[in-house]
DNA sequence: TGCTACATGTAACACGTTACATGATTGT
DNA sequence: ACAATCATGTAACGTGTTACATGTAGCA
């Protein structure tokens, strides 16, 4: 019964459908293999808004490629809507780093865990590293030309930058961390 | 009724409480002003928690400095808990980035639009960066020799290397979208 | 035949913030 | 006197995940 269903879900689905009509399973699979490193929605929110969204005329449904499953689509309405959601206010939710907050009070914890945490969170962000560079080789290839690439590469530069800063920092706090007694 | 009231709430109870006892007001203006960056917790998870970390013995509360004020510490129990605490793994919570959202759906939102998140962000940034310079020169000044002190720097290098990160990620995404048709 | 992937939806539960109710202390 | 700050707690609300129930289609 809920009117205002998420703003920041309703981008996710309307911006998802606007790149291409499918079905919400498609959908769903579509925000984590793309936004995965910065957004996620899970099953339990994507339908409700899109039932939100038909129900106010924004999301069109039609018999998809397959019985039983529904091909939706944006209307034209809802492409204004889109743009309204967009240029609304980013809501940022309160940070909670768990690595942070453990690294914090690494006297409680120990100095020698909280080294085995850095070196994780180092490989960790050296994983992604590649994972970035990968995809923006992939899609500069497969999407040359689309209209969505430039902010699909500053999405993906993002993620670069913060994966470097990861690294960078690891081995800042594995130094800092050498002098202060194992 | 809760049982298990998120364990990475306890871990900022219990490790702020073995800073130094205080009172349930006191630590969360502790959490907010030390641990903000990368932390947060309201009244409405304090509260409880300690009402729960009491029940268990994990803290005691003696009468504060103000009448109806009390005054929380941990046991030698809710040390050995802490410790527990700190060495399980990490919960990540699914990313939530509002501000890679819009630049991801940067087509519909206009490039213009797009420039002033990234102009915006990249000054919030700057602003973080000139904040973190200055706690950790006072931290290094009030809190030398503190066995904490090492760690906050850890966090705190954290901070420092995500803010230069957003910054020079802004001046690139910046460049992209010069050549993306304004 | 049976497994896997596709597909839709709901319900229960956990989590977390905000607003509210209430009151004492301190400084002006 | 009055305002601001310190202080404790609860209730309502929204949000978001997980688990469940259910069924179809393709393939080995």
Known sequence: V????????QIAVLGGLSIAPMSAYALREAIRDTLGHFWSESFGQIYPTLADLEAEGL????????P??????????GLLRLRELLAE???????????????FFGRVLGVAACRELL???????????A?????AA?????????????????????????AEAAIA???????LLEGAGS
Chains 1, 2 share one sequence.
């Open 119 to 129: 070196v994780a969170a180092r490989g960790q962000a050296q994983a992604s590293l």
């Open 2 to 9: 809920t009117v205002v269903r998420r703003q920041q879900t």
């Open 89 to 103: 206010p980013i809501t940022m939710l309160p940070p909670r780093n768990g690595l942070l907050l453990r690294l």
């Open 131 to 135: 994972e970035y560079h990968a995809i």
């Open 68 to 77: 039983g499953a529904s091909l939706f689509s944006v209307t034209p309405a």
């Open 138 to 162: 992939r899609i500069r290839r497969e999407d040359a030309g689309s209209p969505d690439l430039p902010f699909a590469l500053v999405t993906l530069s993002a993620g670069r930058h913060s």
């Open 59 to 66: 999301v069109e449904r039609a018999d998809g490629s397959r």
């Open 169 to 175: 920092w690891a081995d800042d706090a594995l130094a």
